[in-house]
């Protein structure tokens, strides 16, 4: 058997005369979701294969030309330097998420065309993706590594975008996205222990993404209790003063119970921009024979209803019927004085 370099023992040779460089970096790391139960299920030369199929599809065809990249065990860290000239930067990092958003998009089908695998293989993925300043560790004009806030940020917006999709955080996201892809994006916010606890984050994420409640919650703050989400059509919102909506439980004596109401935004051409506009709505609670509701006046949201003159529908694709406009009702418990 002939002689193997390993690859730590290379990277240890060379760290005693690494150095520090500093650079513009997007960041976009990639996991496969369901990883540890497909591992768990299947031989570790399968699973083995299988990653290596996923590594060279993406990195072939999906990002070609990375400037880093680096696997994470059940995904993937990609790195690519931002342009040096500012005006080439909407179009670069929209093409990364444009890149981003197929992935998902076809990640079921993957390894389709790869006859080494004969096994059920894991269908979605998530990505989260972030710019900004990074450090990477050069030695003998070789990058062993980057590390820096967005990098630590993309990883954590990875792990927002459940069950899939591509969550993306820029305080300039509107710029940097083009008007091609914006569709593709809405907007959202999101609190992250350790980096956003109590002011959000603002992200534009994929239709696929469900953000929980909890995650547009401060973390420094006492927990809510959320129940079911409810839509309603705009349609019949407007013709009731107030309604009712079931809670996961009785409130204590020192909590309080609130709806909270998401209002989708429309530009003035009646269709949908991508925002969200959220109200919360404190209600009176009622004891009925399946357990407990909070009673809200909707005199607040069906002004707002009539004053952004909301649509009660939306036109879909061509040759499809028009889709109802809906506001969702969300109703939680809070704690008093939180």
Known sequence: MTDVVQLHERWQTLLPNAHAESC?????????????????????FDVAIYL?????RVLSEVFPKPDFFKPTGDGLLVIHHTPPIPEDLPLFVSSVLDK????????????????????????????GVARGSATRLVSDSLVLDYTGRCLNLAAR????????????????????????????????HVYIRGIAENEPIPV???????L??????????????????????VGD????????????????????AF???????????????GTTSYLTIPGTVKEVPDGWVVHIQLKSVNKILKDKNIPRTVSMLWGTLPAQTQVIFTPFIKPNNS
């Open 24 to 44: 513009q970096v997007v960041a976009t790391f990639l996991d496969i979701r369901s990883f540890s139960t497909f591992a768990t299920h299947n031989e570790s």
């Open 52 to 56: 290596r199929s996923v590594y060279q």
């Open 100 to 127: 981003c958003v197929s992935l998902v998009q076809d990640f079921g089908r993957i390894t389709v065309d790869d006859v080494t695998i004969n096994f059920p293989v894991p269908q979605q993925l998530g990505i």
């Open 157 to 188: 917006l990875m792990d927002k975008a459940r069950p899939s999709g591509v969550v993306f955080a820029d305080p300039l996201s509107a710029q940097l996205i083009t008007e091609e892809l914006a569709p593709r994006f809405s907007a959202d």
């Open 204 to 210: 534009s994420i994929t239709s696929d993404v469900k």
């Open 212 to 233: 929980s409640l909890a995650d547009r919650e401060p973390i420094s703050h006492p927990r809510n209790t959320w129940g079911d989400n409810t839509p309603r059509n």
């Open 237 to 256: 919102v407007l013709r009731y003063d107030s309604l009712n909506f079931p809670l996961p439980r009785a409130p204590k004596r020192h909590e309080s």
């Open 259 to 273: 709806v909270q109401v998401a209002i989708p935004g429309f530009n003035n051409y009646g269709t949908r921009d």
